[in-house]
């Protein structure tokens, strides 16, 4: 996905760019971890709050707390797959078109 993230990347802002990429690579795990953490411990004080022994529970809340990772994973590949067509349309339609056109179309 670096790779993805830094292909159109101008050579003199490449540094900057990764130092961006790698900053919100980092967050985002950290705020994931976070996320998962508390809600799983949340959920496992509900559940030992309902009365089950700490083993069912935990294993309770396993299950529903493995949806968050699976849904933010999901919806990260669709963000990926329409930001990837988006940009494929927008690098065809002006190779297509005449000089006075691509400018036309690029507001330029």
């Known amino acids: 996905m670096s790779a993805e ?9 490449a540094g900057a760019a990764s130092g961006v990429n790698n900053t919100i690579r980092q967050t985002g795990s950290v705020i994931g971890a976070a ?3 508390a809600l799983l411990q949340s959920r496992l004080a509900a ?13 309770a809340t396993l299950h529903v707390t493995a949806v968050l990772p699976i849904a933010v994973v ?3 590949a ?5 930001i990837r067509g988006r940009t494929e ?8 078109a005449g000089p006075g056109k691509a400018a036309a179309a690029t507001g330029v």
């Open 5 to 13: 993230a830094m292909r159109n990347v101008e050579p003199r802002l």
């Open 35 to 37: 996320a998962v953490g």
């Open 47 to 59: 559940e030992l709050a309902g009365g089950k022994a700490y083993a069912d529970a935990f294993i």
């Open 74 to 76: 999901l919806a990260g």
């Open 78 to 82: 669709l963000a990926c797959l329409l």
């Open 89 to 96: 349309e927008t690098a065809e339609a002006p190779a297509g």
